[in-house]
């Protein structure tokens, strides 16, 4: 995890879990929310993302949709169907910009799909968009208990 001084405009502690099994994609974003501020989460796939959701916490989450193993789709309905983290927004990222694609995410619950390859700016919009630190057991969102 990587953690730099909090700039303006960014939650403090606001942690972000990215989910890819590309590591350009992975530490593009990384580098991307790092210098925006925020906390970063790494996972390689989606069962490496669900074995560190719950130590994490994190206040918002970028999954990829093609993985090996347990794909985005998957990932994702799992964590909503989870009653900790069903709030979580999730927010699917794909080179895959069909109709089809953006539906089936929204059915298991994403909050938005992000095409890729996507800009800094596409990226820190979509947080703010999303991004909410609301209490998760009465610590702030992002904040490790």
């Not at 929310?33 to 069962?47: H, S």
């Not at 970028?62 to 927010?91: E, N, W």
Request: with cysteine; proline share 6%.
């Amino acid at each position: 995890m990587t953690t730099l001084p909090q700039a303006a405009g960014a939650p403090a502690c606001l942690k972000i879990m990215v989910i890819d099994d590309s590591n350009t994609i992975r530490r593009s974003a990384e580098i991307f929310l790092t210098q925006a501020g925020y906390q970063v989460v790494l996972a390689e796939d989606g069962f490496d993302a669900l074995a560190k959701i719950a130590d994490h916490h994190p206040a918002l989450i970028f999954c990829d949709i093609l993985m090996p193993r347990l794909d985005g789709y998957q990932t994702c309905a799992l964590i909503k169907a989870s009653a900790r983290f069903h709030a979580t927004p999730v927010l699917m990222l794909s080179s895959k910009d069909g109709l089809f694609d953006r539906a089936r995410g929204a059915m298991v619950g994403s909050a938005a799909y992000l095409t890729k390859p996507f800009s800094k700016d596409s990226l820190l919009a979509a947080v703010r968009e999303h991004a909410v630190a609301a209490p998760s057991s009465g610590a702030p969102a992002g904040v490790a208990e």
